[in-house]
């Protein structure tokens, strides 16, 4: 009589960086065995699934960029979330980093900012505020960080830090009035006493 093996229900769709932690998990849960050997071999078999996934992955993207029939197919999996994240960890991303911080700003919703500057040396991405969430509020910049930190995970994870820069003054509104009647153009009144 053997025994089952319970497995968890598979996810309908994986969100990499907790699939990432539950593998990191089940290896430091290995690890505390004190079993080198086993550590050695899971260590090992992580490393030949990721090689196996990365080269899959790379033939992905090489037919789907060969030509322009499937263009409109690989713009749509470099938008999928799961799909961009895989290509990054596995370095086989077609796009670079300012493309990438592009796309996943544009995907932000009710909270628009523009891109100011990314410092690649140090992985901070400089942001403005582009407008208000209709309300006549804003977010906090705390808020705003998290979320476009939030956004970078999947599409550009070099981005380790955001600032949120002040939003430009809008310009004062320049009050045009009518003219007196009878009054020429270009002429200047003229006070009398």
Not at 36 to 43: F, H, K, L, T, W
Not at 125 to 149: F, I, K, N, P
């Amino acid at each position: 009589m053997s025994a089952s093996v319970e497995t968890p229900a598979r996810p309908r769709t994986a969100d990499a960086e907790l699939t990432g932690r539950r593998v990191e998990e089940v290896l430091d849960r290995l690890a505390a065995t004190g079993d080198r050997e086993v550590c050695a071999s899971a260590e090992e078999l992580v490393r030949l699934l990721m090689d196996f996934h990365g080269a899959g992955l790379a033939r992905i993207v090489e037919v789907l960029d060969r030509g322009t029939e499937h263009a409109r197919a690989l713009d749509r999996l470099l938008r999928d979330e799961l799909v961009s994240s895989l290509l990054v960890l596995h370095e086989l991303h077609p796009e670079d980093a300012g493309t990438r911080i592009g796309r996943a700003l544009a995907g932000l919703r009710n909270k628009p900012v523009e891109l100011v500057r990314f410092d690649a040396a140090d992985g901070t991405l400089h942001v403005r505020a582009s407008g208000g969430g209709g309300c006549g509020c804003s977010a906090t910049g705390d808020e705003t960080e998290q979320l476009v930190m939030d956004a970078m995970a999947c599409f550009a994870p070099e981005v380790t830090s955001v600032r949120v820069e002040a939003a430009a003054k809008e310009p004062a509104l320049l009050q045009i009035g009518t003219r007196p009647p009878g009054a020429a153009a270009g002429a200047v009144p003229v006070k009398t006493s």
